[in-house]
């Protein structure tokens, strides 16, 4: 049973590594400017740069890449754009919600099958 446990939590590393790098990709596909995005239309080129230095953008895409699962790692998820908080604190705020939620659906769903 030991060996079984550790095999499954094995596997779920990976899947949470497959998970990260797929989001990584599809948020890099994304045709638009962060930069762009967060500064505005009439941000001038060095407010572009600096942003771009600041977020790491400028780095090559390896070094983004690493820096992101590592940041992933240690629980830093970045900064929320639009309320200007790390998004961690956000995640935080309705996670019980969230938890609440899933326990009580559980609860209903076991209710019913009973």
Known sequence: MLGYTIRRLLLAVFVLWGV???????????????????????ATPEQLAAIREDMGLDQPLIVQYVQYL?????????????????????????????????????LLALIISL
Do not use: H, K
């Open 20 to 42: 990260a790098t797929v989001v990584f990709v599809i948020v890099r596909m994304v045709p638009a400017d962060p930069a762009l995005l967060i500064a505005g239309e009439s």
């Open 70 to 106: 590592v940041n992933a790692i240690q629980g830093d998820f970045g900064d929320s754009y639009r309320q200007g908080v790390p998004a961690m604190e956000l995640i935080a705020e309705v996670l019980p919600n969230t938890a609440l939620l899933a326990f009580l659906a559980c």
